[in-house]
């Protein structure tokens, strides 16, 4: 019985691997999946930018204002914070030479 289950155990492992090995597809079919999916998604991509509303040039302006203001914001927030940093830094642990 016991050598039995170990004969059934050891054909179940070899046709898993089988069915394994047959499942994965080749590298060249592995490439040619990819192709078509990146022509699938650029066909998506240019139907969706075809159908969105263009900014105007007022709407594009104040984008561009409220990113620019943005990141200088972020810059300067940056700025202040290793300006700050630099002295206490030194205070608790001394210049090392």
């Known amino acids: 019985m016991a050598v039995e289950n170990k004969r059934r155990s050891e054909i179940i492992k070899r ?19 990819a192709i078509t999916h990146c022509k699938k998604e650029f066909i998506h991509v240019k139907l969706f930018l075809k159908r969105s509303k263009k900014p105007s040039s007022g709407e594009y302006r104040q984008m ?3 990113h620019t ?4 914001l972020l810059g300067f927030l ?12 030194n205070i608790l642990f001394g210049i090392k030479k």
């Open 15 to 33: 046709q898993a691997s089988i069915r394994k090995k047959e499942a994965e597809p080749s590298t060249l079919e592995k490439f040619k999946q």
């Open 78 to 89: 940056g700025y202040i914070i290793t300006f700050i940093h630099i002295p206490i830094n």
């Open 69 to 72: 203001k943005g990141v200088l």
């Open 64 to 66: 561009l204002a409220a």
